[in-house]
């Protein structure tokens, strides 16, 4: 990811160059301790992640996100301030701030916030990828082709971002198995399959878990970006509750420690249920 620093505090900026780089976290191309100078040089360097602060002389932070945003609507901001003003607060991200980061600076905060960011933004481009990749396929495609019955559920998991992740095999695999014997999930079959891959089924069922979890962070990502998002809106509901949701969505922002939980066989049986609609 690139990030551009605004910031009238030279020491501010240096701090946030030195996290974001020594960490691993993305490469700064740019910043400027001059918000009317940043405008310009922020259009022009197309960064991927802004992180700007609220107060500033000459301009301040909403203004200098409103003007960019006018010419590129998809950089992300981040809003950095000690203002504790919920209005103004609120005025930043009715701006188009997608997250805040309170001053005096924090590292662990600082890492967290964006590296949620950079899932957030990986989400949107694998979502946007995915339903290009399967549109015309499955335009042309007959919906009960013998010779790939699991592409719906395919295309599903593309929207939650869990293409390429370590357990999405082995939750195809008991997909597969499910649908060709016409049986319901079970640990029986979660056994059955981990047997024929010569595994355990708890290396499996931990892969499935990890793989399930990353799911709704990505979705809980989504409803903070976009509650109206069709991946958040439409498609969550068939495998995560709107508790588990809700709780990895206020994990994020920071509210609650352990997240949203995940139900292997509320996960199966929503893919399941997907399918069949699809497939009708």
Do not use: W
């Amino acid at each position: 990811m690139k990030y551009y620093i605004v910031d009238n505090v030279i020491g501010i900026v240096k701090t946030l160059e030195n996290i974001i780089e020594s960490r691993k976290i993305g490469e700064v191309i740019g910043y400027n301790v001059d918000p009317e100078r940043a405008v310009q040089e922020i259009i022009s360097l197309n960064p991927d992640i802004v992180l700007v602060d609220l107060l500033m002389s000459k301009k301040d932070g909403i203004a200098l996100v409103e003007e960019v945003k006018r010419q590129k609507e998809k950089i992300t901001f981040v809003m950095i301030s000690q203002v504790a003003d919920k209005t103004m607060i609120e005025q930043a991200y009715n701006a188009g701030v997608e997250f805040y980061i309170n001053k005096p600076i924090n590292v662990i905060e600082v890492q967290n916030v964006l590296g949620n960011i950079a899932d957030k933004i990986r989400m949107r481009s694998i979502v946007t990828n995915i339903k290009g990749m399967f549109a015309e396929e499955i335009e042309d495609k007959p919906k009960n082709d013998e010779n790939d019955i699991l592409q719906e559920i395919k295309t599903f998991i593309g929207l939650l971002g869990l293409l390429g992740e370590k357990g999405t095999n082995d939750i195809l695999s008991i997909c597969e198995h499910i649908i060709i014997n016409n049986v319901s999930y079970s640990k029986e079959v979660l056994e059955k399959i981990a047997a024929e891959k010569n595994d355990t089924a708890k290396n499996m069922e931990q892969r499935i878990r990890r793989t399930m979890k990353k799911g709704l962070t990505n979705v809980a990502n989504l409803g903070i970006d976009d509650y109206a998002n069709d991946v958040f809106q439409n498609y969550a509901s068939y495998v995560y509750d709107f508790k588990s949701v809700k709780e990895e969505m206020d994990n994020i922002k920071g509210k609650n420690e352990s997240g949203g939980r995940v139900n292997i066989t509320k996960f199966i049986e929503g893919l399941m249920l997907y399918r069949q609609l699809e497939i009708k």
